[in-house]
């Protein structure tokens, strides 16, 4: 018997691998006679790897009289759902790959690298498209009755084109239709919803989220998302003017159905990256989160929102840990709601205007002792989020290094030739080290900004932990996860900032 590479591999360890193949062996024959017996009689485990691995040999010539029967599907439903009703994952068409996966093996994670090269076909998809630059200022100014020519002169006015709106509009609407038809061209129904409408419930209906539009609908798609098993792709519907590291390669945007077939066929990995979970605690703390891309809030509003949201006043009471109901793809930043205010009296009453006030806070990293800083605010990343906010925070210019290297090269009479070569690969170096996989489960901790006297210390600035926690001495402060939703975080609060790998989000890797 013939055997494909990944059928064994997934059983966990030799005694399995061994097991598994004695009772391929020893029902061999009893296929020749009778393939219903001998699916009957296998272990129900060989049974769906059988289904999976559709290149493996005996599969091949029993997998024919079962695909045209009920009785192999109706044992994986009932065993997975208790009744023979249809699952979410139904067995698709057979394809070179073999068949699409049961919610069984999707739920006990063993289909996480597809070892059998077994497809993904989902019945069920959310598509969740963005809120265009061009649909954004039409719902800003609906509640003024401004007419489309009306709308076209306010944002001339403000040096924004309306020409230009428009067209991405149009751009981004075609390709949300294309990706959209080409679903339900293969059967799958499909749900489209904006950001208003995207819920828990929403998300329960699909089996994949589809998010159209760039890096932040990602981000959005995927914080509803608590199904470590459900998939979360990213289509980049506007490639000219999104940069799209969340989404799919830019071929694929024009040629969705390539994409479609490709599940189908196991021609992809999954990526599994890394989340941030949050717990809130303390003296003060307001666990109802503050959606900023849907209100667009200023900062007396965003000020005023987090009061509003509060449900009762729990100054004076002190709270146990509240995990927070989202959890970060990118990051998490801490700090006053605006860095660079202050409050400064004139000599004239009820006169105010702004300078600068420093986030004050209270931090300690894996558990270590409570060091006081003031800075600019702190930020937590995930591997993700490396390359995105905390990448500008800490990188490094060529200018920066080669006064550094002319400054020991002068102390340290170094007799090394300052090239333009040797200033650029030491840059490089030390920036991409800031950079690390999405699947890998640590954090990045840096402070922005930090403030260092005989006061506050900064000898944490920057690093690789497993657990950082805050104890706020803000008075205007807020934790802002992947930079769309806020949290309360002043005086008396304590965030715990933390990984486990059962929030990790399941994405695809496709090739160019």
């Known amino acids: 018997m013939t055997c494909s590479p990944g059928f064994l591999c997934g059983c966990r360890c030799a005694a399995s691998r061994a097991a598994a193949l004695h009772s391929l062996l020893k029902y061999q024959a009893a296929a020749a006679a009778s393939p219903l017996l001998a699916w009957l009689l296998l272990p129900g485990g060989l049974q769906r790897r059988l289904l999976t691995c559709g290149r493996l040999s005996p599969a ?113 609407t075609k390709n949300v239709e294309h990706v959209v038809d080409s679903l339900r061209n293969e059967q799958i129904e499909v749900r489209l919803v904006k950001r208003r409408e995207y819920d828990e ?69 999954w990526q599994w990256r890394q989340r941030i979970r949050m717990y809130l605690e303390g003296t003060g703390i307001n666990p109802t989160p503050v959606d900023l891309h849907e209100q667009q809030l200023s900062q007396e509003q965003h000020s005023r929102a987090h009061v509003n949201g509060r449900f009762h006043d729990q100054r004076s009471e002190v709270s146990g840990p509240h995990l ?101 690969k030491v840059t490089n170096e030390y920036n991409d080290s800031l950079l690390y996989s999405p699947e890998e489960p640590k954090m990045f901790f840096s402070i922005r900004e930090p403030i260092a006297n005989r006061v506050f210390s900064s000898s944490l600035q920057r690093g690789f932990f497993s657990k950082v926690c805050v104890r706020s001495r803000c008075w205007d402060a807020c934790m802002v996860v992947d930079g769309g939703t806020s949290f309360e975080f002043n005086d008396g609060a304590i965030a715990s900032i933390l990984m486990n790998t059962e929030d990790a989000l399941r994405t695809v890797l496709l090739e160019e």
């Open 201 to 269: 419930d929403t998300v329960r209906w699909a089996d994949a989220v589809i998010s159209a539009g760039g890096d932040g609908t990602m981000l959005l798609a995927a914080s509803k998302v608590f199904d470590k098993f459900k998939p979360v792709i990213g289509v980049n519907t506007d490639p000219e003017r999104s940069e799209g590291h969340l989404c799919l390669p830019v071929r694929y945007t024009y040629s969705f159905p390539e994409a479609l077939q490709k599940f189908y066929r196991g021609e992809f990995r």
């Open 324 to 424: 927070l109901p989202v959890r970060a793809l990118n990051e998490v930043f801490i700090g006053e709601s605006l860095s660079s205010r202050v409050n400064y009296k004139s000599c004239k009453p009820s006169f105010k205007f702004s300078l600068h006030r420093a986030s004050y806070y209270e931090v300690s990293v894996d558990d270590g002792p409570w060091e006081k800083q003031k800075s600019s605010g702190l930020n937590v990343c995930t591997g993700t989020g490396s390359k995105a906010w905390s990448y500008n925070i800490n990188k490094v210019a060529t200018q920066a290094v080669e006064e550094i290297l002319k400054i020991a090269k002068k102390h340290e009479s170094l007799n090394l030739p300052l090239s333009r070569e040797l200033i650029q």
């Open 60 to 172: 091949k010539s029993l997998l024919p009289a079962f695909a045209a029967g009920f009785a192999p599907q109706r044992l994986l439903q009932q065993e997975s759902s208790g009744s023979p009703g249809p699952g979410p994952f139904a067995l698709g068409q057979q394809s070179s790959s073999g068949f699409a996966l049961s919610r069984l093996d999707q739920r006990r994670g063993r289909s996480a690298g597809l070892p059998c090269g077994g497809g993904f076909r989902p019945s069920r998809v959310v598509v969740v498209a963005k809120t265009t630059r061009y649909e954004f200022e039409q719902q800003r100014y609906r509640y003024a009755g401004l007419s489309e020519e009306d709308l076209k002169q306010l944002l001339a006015l403000k040096g924004s084109n309306y020409g230009g709106l428009l067209e991405r509009h149009h751009i981004h």
